[in-house]
C-alpha cells in the first residue's frame, strides 16, 4: 500500500473529525458569548488538526515505500474505530 492509499482514509478521519469540531463549536458558542462562536470553531478546528496530526504521520512516515505491518493495523483501526461509524451515523 503506497500513500494514495492513504489519501482517502486520512481526508476521512480529518473530516470526521472537523465535522466534529464545528458541531461542538456551534452547539457551546453561546456559552463564549457573542462574537466568540468563530474564535471558538478556529480553535476547535485546531485542537483536533493537533490530535490527529501524531496518528497520520505514523501512518503516513514510509509511505512512499510499502507500510509496515504496524501501518496497516493502524489504518485498519482508524477505519473500524473511526470512519465505519459513519455508517450508523
Excluded: C, W
Amino acid at each position: 500500500m503506497h500513500s494514495l492509499n492513504l489519501v482517502p482514509a486520512i481526508s476521512q478521519l480529518t473530516q470526521k473529525g472537523l465535522k466534529l469540531a464545528h458541531s461542538e463549536a456551534k452547539r457551546y458558542a453561546k456559552d463564549f458569548g457573542e462574537g466568540n462562536s468563530e474564535k471558538l470553531k478556529l480553535f476547535a478546528e485546531s485542537l483536533v488538526k493537533k490530535i490527529l496530526h501524531g496518528p497520520i504521520s505514523f501512518i503516513k512516515d514510509g509511505a512512499d515505500e510499502e507500510l509496515s505491518t504496524e501501518q496497516l493495523q493502524a489504518v485498519d483501526l482508524i477505519n473500524k474505530m473511526f470512519l465505519s461509524q459513519d455508517e450508523d451515523d
